[in-house]
């Protein structure tokens, strides 16, 4: 993919009409591509990569995800963020981030999608301790999720509910999610 992608840029440097109007849909293609393999290659290699747990500061790592999630001063959607300080849990922390990110980032877009549509977008970071341990909940005010894409939520390559999207990000965070101790669920409101 990536000799092609090589190539297309080439092609696209071509004076020719023709390649001028198709170059844009090829390279854009080819990027997908590359794209969706280097899922299926994130996949592969984060199921197998056993958590390294070390104590985690929660709430600095929540803060963390929503900045790499692009939710940090974004102009139109309000982030609230309940996890107290002082919380501290044992986990691998590349992992939780990832979880992290990929629930803000799949946040945010739908937001993003529904621009205009939604008075004053919201993703709110819940937090709830009880004597089964903690809960960490992440919730939007976005269009919600389609009948399919909810009932392969967590099933890669069947979950996605966005055009183009490979259903592997929640898969994934739910694997790492499980392999650290804890439980992904999506609870409907």
């Known amino acids: 993919l990536t000799a092609a992608q090589l190539l297309s840029d080439q092609v696209a440097n071509l ?64 982030v609230t963020s309940e996890v107290p300080d002082a919380v501290t849990v044992k986990a691998d922390p590349d992992q939780l981030a990832r979880v992290f990110v990929n629930l803000l980032k799949n946040a945010r877009e739908a937001l993003e999608a529904s621009a205009g549509k939604i008075a004053d977008p919201a993703v709110t970071i819940g937090y709830a301790e009880d004597r089964d341990g903690l809960t960490l909940s992440f919730a939007d005010n976005g269009p919600g999720l389609p009948p399919r894409a909810r009932d392969n939520l967590f099933v ?24 650290n101790g804890g439980h992904l669920a999506y609870i409907p409101d």
């Open 156 to 179: 890669a390559f069947e979950g996605s509910a966005r055009a183009g999207g490979t259903g592997l990000g929640l898969a994934i965070a739910r694997e790492l999610t499980e392999g």
């Open 15 to 78: 004076d020719a009409p023709k390649v001028q109007r198709l170059a844009p849909r090829l390279v854009h293609t080819l990027d997908k591509a590359i794209g969706f393999a280097q899922s299926v290659i994130d996949y592969g290699r984060q199921s197998g990569a056993p958590p390294r747990p070390v104590p985690v500061d929660l709430k600095a790592l929540v803060e963390e995800s929503i900045f790499d999630a692009g939710l940090v001063a974004h102009p139109d959607i309000r």
